[in-house]
């Protein structure tokens, strides 16, 4: 079992020099040996073909989880945009209210010192 174990942990290292060492195995076995070889590199290609999917589903995964994250950052931001465009108008209408007051002030002191 350890034997096929480390198989499968070559095979996903190096495929390409697996099923080359596989068809010099089968080769020179015969027959017998080369459907017992075939056999087994349908199950690696059958357990590789697995792996790929599910890492693939994986990274699938992750990239929903980041583009949740990226929207909600993005409509943070712009309610942050949105409040600080609120406290700029109402910091320039406070201003402009300051300046006619200002304006009214010195009409009624000019009024007053003539």
Same mark, same amino acid.
């Given at each position: $079992?350890?034997?096929l174990?480390?198989?499968?942990?070559?095979? %996903?290292?190096?495929?390409?020099?697996?099923?080359?060492?596989?068809?010099?195995?089968?080769?020179?076995?015969?027959?017998? &040996?080369?459907?017992?070889?075939?056999?087994a590199?349908?199950?690696?290609?059958?357990?590789?073909?697995?792996?790929?999917?599910?890492?693939?589903?994986?990274?699938? &995964?992750?990239?929903?989880?980041?583009? $949740?994250?990226?929207?909600?950052?993005?409509?943070? $931001?712009?309610?942050?945009?949105?409040?600080?465009?609120?406290?700029?108008?109402?910091?320039?209408?406070? $201003?402009?209210?300051?300046?006619?007051?200002?304006a009214? #002030?010195?009409?009624?002191? %000019?009024?007053? #010192? %003539?």
């Amino acid at each position: $079992m350890a034997f096929l174990s480390g198989i499968a942990q070559f095979a %996903e290292a190096n495929p390409a020099l697996l099923a080359s060492g596989l068809q010099l195995l089968t080769g020179s076995l015969g027959n017998g &040996a080369g459907n017992a070889g075939n056999a087994a590199m349908n199950a690696l290609a059958g357990q590789s073909e697995i792996f790929q999917t599910s890492m693939y589903a994986e990274q699938l &995964a992750h990239q929903e989880r980041m583009q $949740m994250i990226s929207q909600s950052f993005d409509e943070m $931001m712009d309610q942050k945009s949105e409040s600080m465009r609120e406290q700029n108008t109402l910091r320039d209408v406070n $201003m402009a209210q300051r300046k006619a007051d200002n304006a009214i #002030t010195k009409k009624f002191i %000019e009024s007053i #010192t %003539e």
